[in-house]
């Protein structure tokens, strides 16, 4: 019978009504994780500058986390979904299982990273004592614990693949709220608790994520879902390996752009100044307010494109894109019009210096530029995952995050310095624009347009 209902909805509902249903609970929990993101740097930056610095270049180790559990997250609700969409029900059990097993395997590689190399990594950025030692306690605790966070992204991209996009949000919600109230505790202090700096901003983020992992724990193994999780009992298979990492991997590599754009240009902007570099991440901060929800949009977005183009309904599929993309578009708009006209007391939250200020207010305008053609791309790597073509979500990133963005960022930083590089971010996007206009006419006419109008 759930299975029945779960397929009237995903098959039937009227597709804008059911982007808001499967949307809004996404969107609102990353309204939330956006908000946590934004509060736990104003904490920080109230300890210092350096200390803001510090977590600015840590960050991208934490992208390159988030890559790796949502990357492999894609592949197995991209792979649920369309077994799903297929009624091949036994198969989607399988990819849910093998998925979720994966998340501790990912887990062991990031604990030896922040075991190993977190002084190596700091002290390739910076030789500001203070700097590399708060950057070191940061980055092994965020890595070491970094187990509950992959867990929890594996277990809410089981649960939205199947149309639960309730019980995600609950958990994420859960583990922000829990970290926003620890922040100020652990990292000044107060009463019963330690005074532990920016080491207590990276264990409040882990408490957080446990507090997220043990309500994920008992939604998805207490209450009945449309796919059974296994642990134990049953072999890997390399055939649903595959088929998870042939969206997983593209979507790996996709996020993992960000991180190593962030890394890149934290290097760059470090040659040229550290107040720049804590202004880059002031912007990561209150631009994930903008893009979060477009991200929670995609989510209730995928598994309807997956589930519609594994049920060969190209109607219902292209519909589902163009309304997502036209909610998108009018998110960023919104989002351009307030770093337009409200930078300065954008920067006031994070106690910016007059440095801050001077450099921050120039640069958040001109980065913003980039937030319309940013929604058009971000909505077409979901078009190309639910499809089963990772790889053109792969190339698209890679022309906005690393082929773009990077080379333009050092030749305007050396042809301007701080004047110009922050136009690296728009020109960029411009350029991913184009890729994926002319990608998606390609798969359409390949894959979409010969299948069957219901």
Known sequence: MSEQIHENKMGTMPVGKLIATMSWPAILSMLIQALYNIVDSIFVSMISEEALSAVTYVYPIQMLL??????TGVGINSLISRRLGAKKYEEANMAASHGYRLSFFNWIGFALIGLFFSGIFMRFFSDTPYIVESGIDYMRIVTIGSLFMLVEITTEKILQATGNMMF???CSIAG???NVILDPLLIFGVGPFPEMDVAGAALATVIGQLVSFILGQYLLFKKDHLVIVKIRGFKMRGRVLRDIYSVGVPAILMQAMLSIMQFGLNAILGGLSETAVAVNGVYGRLQSFIFMPVFGLNQGTLPIMGYNYGARNKTRLMHAFKLGFMVAFVIMAIGLLLFQ????????MFNASEGMYEIGTRALRIISICFLPASFGILASSFFQATAHGMMSLWGSLIRQLIGILPLAWILA??????????????????GLLYCIIAMRYV???????LNSK
């Open 66 to 71: 988030i890559a790796v559990g949502v990357g």
């Open 444 to 450: 359409y006419k390949k894959d979409i347009q010969m």
């Open 341 to 348: 006209f409200f930078p300065h007391q954008f920067l006031s």
């Open 168 to 170: 995600p949000m609950l």
């Open 414 to 431: 050396r042809m301007g310095g701080l004047e110009l590089v922050w136009f690296a971010f728009p020109l960029a996007e411009i350029l």
């Open 176 to 178: 922000a709220v829990t």
